[in-house]
């Protein structure tokens, strides 16, 4: 349907900023490459050999099983069935896609409607999507605060002041939603009776909490062994425990939206921290686009995922143990799946 006259839809002012945050991921690149010389660049993705590749297939394997374990909980929490088996299908699929799409995003946009259609729910299987990956979020950024603290970096000084500061604001966002109104008919009211309903339901039940936990670490965990590994390939010799809190500060980086399938604020991130730490801007570089190598390897198992199931299921499978009631709930938007592990 044409656009009406005086219509102020949001919708080409999002595809404006899809295209300016892809194309300034992009032009990042692009400058580092340009300042820093692309000699230890091409050198570090010559040293990729098989057992590197092995050992990155591995490694995503793992990462990957753990996601699904990890939405399959939250899924089957908020009452949609979700069999692992098919669950670590989509999710090789879906990281696939994010590794080679604008917008590192989309593949998890693909995995949660193709789910919601084959359950019969759309709106409940994206918000299980949604939460999941706010799940691995917030363990992650948990996780970094207690590293980034307990080891050296670039950012340790100023960390007790930013950790005060993410505490507060989050106290700050709990009293504002407890103020808010959760009774009535309002739109408001019903996002946060369905929000509360998916938290306890898919995160926070006993049966939940510490698979989604547990997923959480372990994900995080193999990509900063991806993360150390291409260190390694890249000629970093320093000892791991100075490198950690340099690839966890480039993984935190590719959350920003301003990239091309991952590709961007991690490059410009790592050449800042390692260039602080005293390792070298080019080597920082080089690590993270190995690091983007390495993961598109072990990406490619998605790749055969989606050759071989190319045609959508037509098999519906029930909801079960709805709890929460589908007319008060609401929608999530696909741009809070941007981001996070």
Not at 109 to 138: I, K, Y
Not at 212 to 217: D, E, H, I, K
Not at 269 to 288: D, E, I, M, N, P
């Amino acid at each position: 349907m044409p656009q009406a006259a005086g219509d102020t839809s949001p919708a080409p002012a999002r595809a404006v900023w899809a295209w300016v945050s892809n194309l300034g991921g992009v032009a990042l690149v692009a400058v580092l490459l340009w300042g820093l010389g692309t000699g230890p660049v091409l050198a570090a993705l010559r040293r990729i050999d098989a057992p590197t590749v092995g050992t990155a297939l591995l490694l995503g394997a793992v990462a990957t099983i753990c996601c699904a374990w990890r939405w399959r909980l939250v899924a089957e929490g908020l009452g949609v069935r979700l069999p692992l088996g098919a669950a670590v299908a989509d999710c090789y699929r879906s990281v696939f896609l994010n590794a080679t799409l604008p917008g590192g995003v989309l593949g998890d946009v693909h995995r949660a409607v193709r789910h919601g259609r084959d359950a019969g729910d759309v709106g409940r299987a994206v918000r299980a999507v949604v939460w999941e990956r706010s799940a691995g979020q917030v363990v992650q950024v948990a996780l970094a605060a207690v590293i980034l603290l307990a080891l050296p970096s670039p950012v340790r000084p100023y960390l007790p002041a930013a950790v005060g500061l993410a505490v507060a604001a989050a106290l700050g966002l709990v009293l504002l939603a407890r103020a808010l109104p959760r009774s009535g008919p309002s739109r408001r009211a019903r996002a946060l009776r369905a929000a509360a309903a998916d938290v306890r339901a898919g995160l926070l039940g006993r049966r939940r909490a510490p698979g989604v936990l547990l997923a959480s670490v372990v994900v995080v965990l193999c990509h900063l062994a991806t993360f150390v590994l291409a260190a390694r390939v890249a000629g970093v010799t320093a000892p791991v425990a100075h490198l950690v809190p340099l690839t966890l500060l480039a993984l935190l980086a590719m959350g920003l939206p301003a990239n091309m399938a991952g590709f961007g604020p991690r490059e410009g991130t790592a050449a800042w921290a390692f260039g602080a730490a005293g390792l070298g801007a080019a080597q920082g570089v080089s690590t993270a686009l190995v690091y983007g190598a390495l993961v598109l390897l072990a990406a490619l198992p998605g790749a055969a995922v989606l050759l071989l199931f190319r045609r959508p299921s037509r098999q519906r499978e029930r909801s079960t143990a709805r709890t929460v009631n589908q007319g008060g709930s609401a929608a999530v938007p696909a741009a809070g799946l941007a981001g996070g592990v």
